[in-house]
């Protein structure tokens, strides 16, 4: 458990950067870039730095994650005090959100008195989802793709998910793993059809083969944006060496 002590730390310190944060913003004295941001020009450096501290996160350098996941703690709490300029929301309001669903999903830790909390994965898994859709308004096949992540791979990977919910999906991975052997022989023959040059064919069939090999990932237990990434480092470090 937290200390006290920690508590009070943390509070402290979270408050000062708070404080940072908003002179940075000060309309007379504050920084000309910071006064200039937006919710939406600051989404590529929110992207930009959720990837980074995910490669933190797999080195495992303790300075790296620290260093990192401060640049995503900077975006959201940069994202908040624009949100308190304009009058709308501050960090209050997001903590306090957070909080207050984290309590909400997890009754099985918050009010362990209840009889109907889970007790084991399967079950947590399956409270979890019942909780998430009540917060939510019912859902039509319509509105299964309404909401997907922004990164490519990771948007592939929710997509394959929500086809499984209407039984659009493989049932194993063997059958995947087929499709994708169909999608480059497709890929080949675009490629020998255009003589090795690009052409519209031949960047179609390379989208099936990224999206195929997503969802093979998927069906794996992978998230092939993770895989991705560490194919990258893995071929950097051969390089460097």
């Not at 300075?63 to 703690?73: A, C, F, K, R, S």
């Not at 079950?123 to 509105?143: F, G, N």
């Not at 990932?217 to 991705?228: D, F, N, W």
Request: charged share 30%.
């Amino acid at each position: 458990m937290t200390s006290q002590e920690d508590l009070r730390q943390v509070k402290d310190k979270f408050a000062a950067l708070c404080t940072t944060i908003s002179q940075l913003r000060d309309p007379v004295s504050g920084c000309p870039w910071d006064l200039k941001q937006t919710h939406e020009s600051l989404r590529r450096y929110m992207i930009e730095e959720a990837y980074e501290a995910c490669e933190a996160l797999g080195n495992g350098d303790p300075n790296q994650m620290i260093d990192e996941l401060g640049d995503v703690l900077l975006q959201v709490i940069l994202n908040a005090q624009l949100g308190k300029d304009d009058g709308r929301f501050s960090i209050s309001d997001i903590i306090d959100h957070i909080n207050q669903k984290m309590i909400r999903r997890h009754p099985h830790v918050f009010s362990p008195e209840d009889s109907s909390s889970a007790k084991n994965d399967e079950q947590l898994h399956k409270q979890w989802q019942e909780i998430k859709s009540a917060e939510k308004p019912p859902r039509t096949q319509k509105d299964l793709f309404q909401k997907l992540p922004a990164a490519p791979l990771l948007q592939a990977d929710e997509i394959g998910k929500q086809s499984r919910k209407v039984n659009f999906d493989w049932n194993e991975p063997h059958q995947v793993f087929d499709k994708l052997k169909s999608e480059l022989a497709e890929l080949e023959q675009a490629l020998v059809d255009s003589n090795h040059n690009p052409s519209n064919d031949v960047y179609a069939e390379l989208g099936d083969m990224f999206f195929t090999l997503a969802q093979l990932s998927r069906h794996l237990g992978y998230s092939s944006e993770i895989v991705c990434m560490d194919g990258n480092k893995k071929f950097l470090n051969r390089f460097t060496k």
